[in-house]
């Protein structure tokens, strides 16, 4: 998911409210990538620039909240100040932010047309004042607060970064503040990445070749030098191009599909992977995915790369159990598990908000309840490939680590383990094992 800056119809002081909302589902347990796929074309860039930056400032802006306002304001007003004064905070960021005196403007426009917060607009009117004065550059041309902004995370979220990550927790949390780069994918079946680099720039569009994550020689990742739509991208719609991390093409880059193997994506909505498997070799592959609401994702994506074929099918199951198998044992599986997602704050900012110390344990289960039923399912002299878009050891190393002890014909091959979060890729664990014997 990309937040970039895009050409829009919709009012600063509309997006700031419906900005507002989206927060306010995100504190009640709602998914933000739900809430934003229910907005108009028109409506989301905006409205998913504003928010995305309201939820990574959050640390920042409740501290001018708490020291402006001596009682803490109902919810619907922090959320409509927090977005407010990430729009301040941004400005220090990048010099095509809105002027000072537009943000306040749009902020107590926006009181009137929400109802809950209409009531505040002598409150919020005052409050950004004050914040505007003290994002006002001091004389020595400094601006203030100093920027990076750490990543809010809950508290034991926090715990288990400074204890896996003694010495560069924080500079995670950094890192993950920051909005993430546009990563392009570039379909192996159509163009070679020289080749579609080339139509990049004839649109004007300046890209770099990434060659490799963590050792793992890439041939399709282009990082676009500043974002841009999709719709601007040459030949998106005809499937020429996909946005996807520098980290998650390593998935496909490590199980190295080859034509006529029989793969097994087990765990496969949106789909990027299943593609990315399929533009690089003519296999035949089973794209397995539990989530009625996620699955016909899969197709979508497939149909706009043009990689449906009768060696393809998409299919509902459950991955940990075997009830929608045909028996067929598979040359290679991928197993892309459901975890916290530690690992990808920056593309979803609302992450830290919705995860509960609880439910570690619980993923941890599913993962080995999706390793075991994909153990049975892999041929001898088979490789499975394990990945988390995880930060944390006990969806990581933990894992590997058990399923070796548990399994005396699974050989470790080389994978990175645990990749950390750079400029240029979200966080993942990557872990392959090959079957030695039945």
Known sequence: MSDQKSQHSLPLS????????????????????????????????????????????????????AQLIPKAPPAPVEYLLSVSIALFL??????????????????????????????????????????????????DGVSYPPDPIPMFVPPWWRAKLKKDYSKVWQALLIQQAKRAPLILRVNAKQYDRTEYQALLAQAGIDSKVIDEIAGVKLDAALLLNEPVPVSDLPGFYAGAVSVQDAGAQLAAALLDPQPGELILDACAAPGGKTAHLLERADCELVALELDGDRIGRIGGNLDRLRLHSNKVRIQRGDASKAAWWDGRLFDKILLDAPCS??????????????????????????????????????????????????????????????????????????????????????GFYYALFKKNGP
Request: proline residues 4%.
């Open 90 to 139: 941004q400005g220090n960021q990048d010099s095509k932010g809105y002027a000072a005196h537009t943000i306040v403007d749009q902020a107590v426009r926006a009181c009137s047309e929400y109802e809950p917060t209409m009531y505040a607009k002598g409150l919020v009117n005052a409050v950004l004042r004050k914040v505007s004065l003290l994002q006002a550059p001091a004389k």
């Open 341 to 426: 997602a530690s690992g990808i704050v920056s593309r979803h900012p609302d992450i830290p908000f919705l995860r509960r110390e609880a439910d570690i344990k619980a993923l941890q289960l599913r993962q080995r309840g999706l390793l075991t039923q994909a153990w049975k399912m892999l041929k001898p002299g088979g490789q499975l490939l394990y990945v988390t878009c995880s930060l944390f050891f006990e969806e990581g190393e933990a894992q590997a680590d058990w399923f070796a002890a548990e399994h005396s014909n699974a050989l470790r091959l080389s994978a990175p383990g645990q990749i950390l979060p750079t400029a240029i890729n979200d």
């Open 14 to 65: 509309e997006a700031m409210t419906i900005s507002a909302q989206a927060i306010g589902e995100v504190m009640d347990g709602r998914s933000l990538t739900e809430v934003l796929d229910q907005l108009d074309a028109h409506e989301r860039p905006i409205v998913q620039c504003l928010t995305f930056d309201a939820l990574r400032k959050w640390v920042r802006s409740h501290e001018l909240i």
